[in-house]
């Protein structure tokens, strides 16, 4: 192949798409909206499937360095702190599970999977292009962007979010959900919210219809919090909204100690919250040279903690279709048979565990390791 595979959008799943094909020897050019790269965003966890995906890119040592490892993760009790339930707590020597668990930065995680790609291909990324408009035909598909660059390449996989604009031209314009939530997300300083830090580890306190979880990443010197608060309206979507502490300690009036204090501690600068939408499940991502990626494809709640994951899991499977088909159609029809089903569950099972998570304490206490099969999924080896 001789004309590159063009990428829009350089986040996290983006990224992985880039380096997963430039490692099958597949030339790739990433075109990105944002005129800058900052240090922008906070804290992600990545669970077991993220983990083997990027491990499988040569990312494991990079991955590893830069993330924190929980030794307990815990389900409490959002006023009295009792335990509900754990992943570590009553398996202290399930050392393997941890070491698929990386907390980190979500720039930092960025800022890695940049490094890798550029040390393939120094020259891939283009900032400053906003996606417009596509065409295609039997030879390849043509991509404008606002700025009135017009680029050609073999396929296009667009990977712009939830309000992707290649998704509303291939298949038309429909609203995101409101998911009837709003997330608030906080980073702390480890040397303010180390008075609240009585429960070691990362812990998840949960009342009826919101929730807070909290785990420290860059190697335990900040705390990253995010609570969910069920909501009849949402705010602006923008994920730069700032709250003051007077709101965050109204949202938590008469929870634990530990969680009041962090919300008392948080820098306003930090401190941002935005609604949370969704999307019901395409049954189809694809129209010929041209496929979805990530949110473009299946926007999903953040319950399950695999947005990111799954973004990954895309971007790790779409490498390997190019590495085993023999044309461009053969290996996104491949990609998109291979990662539709998995997308579709996974997208209403997170439904699922937003409406168990709103019912409270009592709801977590019963809740079973009911997502222990999908855990084990592997994109780097998984049958295509």
Not at 10 to 27: D, E, K, M, S, Y
Not at 219 to 232: K, Y
Not at 336 to 364: H, K, N
């Amino acid at each position: 192949m001789t004309d590159p595979i063009i990428i829009a959008g350089a986040g996290i799943g983006g990224l992985t798409a880039a380096l997963a094909l430039l490692r099958h020897g597949v030339p790739v050019q990433i075109f990105e909206q944002a005129k800058s790269i900052g240090d922008v965003g906070a804290g992600v966890s990545l669970g077991a499937t993220a983990s083997r995906g990027l491990y499988s890119l040569g990312l494991k040592a990079a991955l590893q360095a830069a993330s924190d490892t929980p030794l307990a993760s815990e389900a409490r009790h959002y006023q009295t702190g009792e335990v509900l339930g754990g992943a570590f707590a009553d398996r202290p020597g399930k050392v393997s599970d941890r070491d698929l668990l990386n907390q980190i930065h979500r720039a930092d995680l960025f800022a890695l999977l940049l490094d890798a790609v550029r040390a393939h291909a120094p020259g891939a990324l283009h900032l400053d292009h906003c996606f417009e408009h596509t065409a295609q035909d039997d030879t390849g598909v043509e991509v404008r962007f606002a700025n009135g660059r017009s680029v050609k390449g073999a396929a296009l996989v667009a990977c712009d979010g939830i309000r992707s604009r290649t998704r509303d031209q291939l298949f038309g314009v429909q609203e995101p959900r409101f998911a009837g939530r709003m997330v608030y997300r906080f980073l702390v300083p480890i040397d303010a919210a180390r008075p609240y830090l009585s429960n070691p580890g990362t812990i998840s306190y949960v009342a009826p219809d919101r929730s807070l979880l909290r785990y420290a990443v860059r190697h335990g010197s900040v705390i990253n919090c995010v609570a969910f608060v069920r909501s009849d309206q949402p705010s602006p979507e923008s994920w730069t909204e700032r709250v003051g502490t007077e709101e965050l300690l109204a949202i938590f009036a008469g929870w634990h100690p530990d969680v009041l204090g962090l919300a008392a501690a948080a820098p306003v600068a930090g401190t941002a919250k935005w609604p949370l939408f969704d999307r019901d499940p395409l049954p189809v991502w694809t129209d010929r040279r041209i496929t979805l990626l990530g949110d473009a494809a299946h926007p999903m709640l953040p319950f399950l903690g695999m947005g990111a994951a799954m973004a990954i899991e895309d971007g790790v499977v779409l490498g390997r279709a190019f590495a085993q088909s023999a044309s461009v159609l053969e290996a996104l029809a491949l990609y998109e048979r291979a990662r539709v089903p998995r997308a579709t569950d996974m997208l209403l099972a997170s439904r699922e565990q937003a409406e168990i998570f709103a019912e409270g304490p009592d709801s977590t206490r019963r809740l079973a390791t009911t997502h222990a099969d999908r855990m084990r999924y592997d994109p780097a080896t998984v049958s295509l």
